[in-house]
């Protein structure tokens, strides 16, 4: 009898374990995230009366400006090639009361990271013979002041040498990086920004209008987190860092294709005014409004450093390039989708500042949508469908709360978004997709309401990969998706006959044939027309982060595939047709393409599982 109850156990947890998603999967770990190589609650205090680190100019933003370059000059009279500099902020770095988390026996002298670092022989060749370095920092406005610190042992046993002079902006608080998004409606634009005034300092508001004629003010809601709203560390330790507050404006009832401009302010208790620079940006087209429409969609691109700190993994030329490559290309853009993986914090909340400055030459003029990925959302025991860890303890707090998405619950991250003849279903792999659940139902919903007459071009985008993939992790797994991925979602993709649906996650680019049910429903490569027979699956994480190496199995359903950065640029032009461009964030040049001609008619025609049963009436 116990040997029956003991097989019977263990067949339960086996079929638990099944159901369960794979956590910790190849492509997220916390470990990317370059501030996490600094062993900082293990520094000692060694100060060198000799040494000297020295920060110029003191008093930044004199023009107004929210980026500005510093020169740091320093002296180590027993130099070596691991010395490196902290950026520190608030500058007074030593003498904050180290969380209930890191209590021992003795305190860190340190406990929170910088938000930068360099190795000081980064730009002087000869540091470790003359022990002099002169170092340039590029940094943003983040509401405090700022400190330089020079180490010595490496980012793995670091002792405190020397600590700079403090400088600072000239308006700390000031309003910054606005961000864009749709509203629940069409009509309706977001403006979400940072600044450093809480609702009992100043009253928030945006003021804007039409170009060149009379404006409005519209109120601003404030959000903001705290260390306790964190799940785990280091975003409740040594990542920790005051992220301000969050305000959105909510735009109505816009005029369709119109330039507006717009700036924040904030209406001091004293009876002055904080006013932020004046940007624009031009209004959706009404929904199925046949108009030249183009939108930007990749994964993944995390953020870089301009003056070459924090460096690993090679994220500068993949997010930089994209970046500034977007940004060239402004004026024939208008939207963006960054599906997952926003930032790459990982708990380290100081890089949620940085990437909100790198992307404000876009996301100020465009509606900047994203999806929720890994490493915003997962962490145990939170709720989310994978266990991993590669939010750093984050569990979505900071993406929920900086970005705005359109969504009834931001926590659940799923949300539907129109843009004239394009319908746009967003879905969040980080909760559970599978039939019968909250978001599959969201999902169904979301595809079924396209008006395909109006809006013929139905997009579905996610952050893991729910259809397929040719990346060598998938592929040792067997499923060249997700586990679970499109089990689920195929027949609602075929159901509502899907154009296209886009993932990231693995960091290349891939492009298969129209599919359903593993196979290919259509032969062509370059050109598609008549029925719509199958999806066409797209992985374009290589927006920035480090790439993801495919497969050595010849897939036939991948039509093309690339091991480099890029991103995926959708062109509308009428009703019945559509050009499809892959796109190198090192040139901007195309490098793989097709395009969709098609009638109302083969959208309506039946293909395999796409239309109901019927019966003739007797």
């Not at 990925?373 to 900071?398: L, Q």
């Not at 799923?414 to 599978?434: K, L």
């Not at 999902?443 to 139905?458: F, G, N, T």
Request: net charge neutral.
């Amino acid at each position: 009898m116990e040997k029956k109850k003991l097989i019977q156990l263990l067949l339960v947890m086996i079929l638990g374990n099944l159901m369960k998603p794979i956590s910790g999967h190849k492509h997220g770990v916390a470990g990317e995230q370059p501030l996490s190589k600094i062993a900082i609650l293990r520094t000692i205090h060694a100060i060198h009366s000799s040494a000297w680190i020295k920060a110029s100019p003191s008093l930044l933003g004199l023009k107004e400006e929210d980026t500005a370059w510093v020169t740091v000059d320093l002296m180590h009279p027993n130099p070596s090639a691991d010395d490196w500099i902290g950026v520190f902020s608030p500058a007074n770095f030593n003498s904050s009361i180290c969380p209930p988390e890191d209590a021992k026996d003795l305190t860190p002298y340190i406990c929170s990271a910088p938000i930068k670092y360099n190795f000081a022989n980064y730009s002087t060749s000869d540091y470790t013979k003359t022990g002099k370095a002169s170092i340039k920092f590029q940094l943003i406005n983040q509401r405090a002041d700022f400190s330089f610190a020079l180490f010595s042992g490496g980012l793995s046993n670091p002792s405190l040498v020397a600590v700079s002079n403090y400088i600072s902006f000239t308006n700390p608080k000031a309003p910054l990086y606005p961000r864009l998004a749709q509203g629940k409606s069409w009509n309706e634009m977001t403006v979400t920004w940072t600044s450093g005034y809480d609702i009992n300092e100043a009253v928030p508001f945006v003021e804007w209008g039409m170009k060149g004629r009379s404006q409005v003010r519209s109120p601003a809601g404030t959000l903001t987190f705290s260390r306790n709203s964190m799940c785990g560390s280091p975003a409740r330790t040594v990542g920790w860092r005051d992220p301000g507050f969050t305000h959105t404006s909510f735009l109505k009832e816009l005029w369709p294709n119109t330039l507006y401009t717009y700036k924040m302010g904030h209406f001091l208790s004293n009876g002055s005014y904080v006013w932020s620079k004046t940007y624009s940006f031009k209004s959706s087209p009404y929904p199925g409004q046949n108009s030249l429409q183009r939108v930007i969609i990749f994964g993944d691109k995390g953020k870089a450093e301009r003056d070459g700190s924090n460096e690993y993994n090679a994220y500068q030329p993949g997010s930089l390039n994209t970046t500034d490559t977007l940004i060239k290309d402004l004026n024939n853009i208008d939207i963006v989708f960054h599906i997952g993986d926003i930032t790459y914090a990982n708990g380290y909340l100081s890089q949620w500042d940085q990437f909100t400055s790198q992307v404000e030459p876009i996301a100020s003029r465009v509606p900047y949508m994203i999806a929720s990925g890994n490493h915003e959302r997962d962490w145990p025991d939170t709720g989310s469908f994978y266990n991993g860890m590669d939010s750093g303890g984050e569990c979505g707090v900071p993406a929920e709360t900086m970005f705005y998405v359109p969504a009834e619950n931001r926590a659940k991250f799923w949300y539907s978004t129109d843009y004239g003849m394009f319908h746009f279903c967003i879905a969040d792999t980080e909760h559970d997709w599978r039939e019968g659940t909250e978001q599959y139902h969201f999902i169904e919903k979301c595809l079924a309401s396209a008006d395909r007459k109006k809006q013929p071009w139905l997009i579905f985008a996610a952050h893991r990969v729910l259809g397929y993939s040719s990346d060598k992790y998938y592929a040792l797994e067997g499923s060249f998706d997700e586990p679970m991925g499109r089990e689920s979602l195929q027949k609602l993709w075929q159901k509502y006959k899907v154009d296209m649906a886009f993932f990231g996650h693995v960091h290349n680019y891939e492009r298969t044939c129209p599919m359903y049910q593993n196979q290919c429903v259509n032969d062509e490569v370059s050109h598609y027309s008549g029925t719509v027979n199958g999806t066409i699956h797209v992985v374009v994480g290589g927006g920035g982060s480090h790439l993801s190496e495919f497969s050595t199995l010849n897939t036939s359903w991948s039509l093309y595939k690339d091991y480099d950065f890029g991103f995926v640029k959708l062109t509308a032009f009428n009703y019945s047709s559509l050009l499809f461009e892959y796109k190198k964030s090192s040139n901007g040049q195309v490098y793989d393409s097709f395009t969709i001609t098609r009638d109302y008619r083969d959208v309506l025609a039946c293909a395999h599982d796409s239309c109901a049963p019927t019966t003739l009436a007797s």
